[in-house]
Antibody, heavy 118, light 110 residues
Framework: QVQVVQSGAEVKRPGASVKVSCEASGTTFNGFYMHWVRQAPGQGLEWMGWISPAGDDRNAAQKFQGRVTMTRDTSRNIVYMELSELRSDDTAVYYC???????????WGQGTLVTVSS | QSALTQPPSVSGSPGQSVTISCIGTSSDIGYYRRVSWYQQSPGTAPKVLIYEDTNRPSGIPDRFSGSKSGNTASLTISGLQPEDEAGYYCSSYTTAKTYVFGTGTEVTVL
């Protein structure tokens, strides 16, 4: 059974960091670009960034540059996204997604709710 | 990079057709053949409906179709079904090697 399993919900204080993991089961992330997308409550999808198959290249939306770190462990089929200097408006569901060979996000995790609150 | 522009909502009766527009620029939609469309039901992850402007993945009903003209992409749902009630998002690759999503459209089946 193909699954993408993300880490559980987090509650963080403003100024803290959060690290979300995303693991493949019954499939592989190896050889694929991986993306992170977030969705604030009641809002639309927001693209955050991608990491290359080898983990040696990455790009992020301008608003996240300097605050987001994307990494991957190809031996374990896991990708990670760390967001620092959290603010209340970072409260959102964070999704990882695999980019298919036709440049569409074909496989998504279930989402991880990150709540930033003092 | 600003979000692509979509209408907030569209509606139609069962069996009718609805079209959702997605307006970008010559640096994203108009530059590459890399527009995708996603359907999202409440509380679930998005699902890809269309890739490379006009192509449907296997398993997606042919009542979903994509098109593009210049800097504007469109998704048409023909023969609207009750289960099509959901949020719809376009997405495009950009010349900055980033991606951008549309603002999202809620489809209501009357």
């Amino acid at each position: 059974q193909v699954q993408v399993v993300q880490s559980g919900a987090e509650v963080k204080r403003p100024g803290a960091s959060v690290k979300v993991s995303c693991e493949a089961s019954g499939t592989t992330f190896n050889g694929f670009y991986m993306h992170w997308v977030r969705q604030a409550p009641g809002q639309g999808l927001e693209w955050m960034g991608w990491i290359s198959p080898a983990g040696d290249d990455r790009n992020a939306a301008q608003k996240f540059q300097g605050r987001v770190t994307m990494t991957r462990d190809t031996s374990r089929n896991i990708v990670y996204m760390e967001l620092s200097e959290l603010r209340s408006d970072d409260t959102a569901v964070y999704y990882c997604a695999r980019e298919s060979i036709v440049a569409a996000l074909d496989l998504w995790g279930q989402g991880t709710l990150v709540t930033v609150s003092s | 990079q600003s979000a692509l522009t979509q209408p907030p909502s569209v509606s139609g009766s069962p069996g009718q057709s609805v079209t959702i527009s997605c307006i970008g620029t010559s640096s994203d939609i108009g530059y590459y053949r890399r527009v995708s469309w996603y359907q999202q039901s409440p509380g679930t992850a998005p699902k890809v409906l269309i890739y490379e402007d006009t192509n449907r993945p296997s398993g997606i009903p042919d009542r979903f179709s994509g098109s593009k003209s210049g800097n504007t992409a469109s998704l048409t749902i023909s023969g609207l079904q009750p289960e099509d009630e959901a949020g719809y998002y376009c997405s495009s690759y950009t010349t900055a090697k980033t991606y951008v999503f549309g603002t999202g459209t809620e489809v209501t089946v009357l």
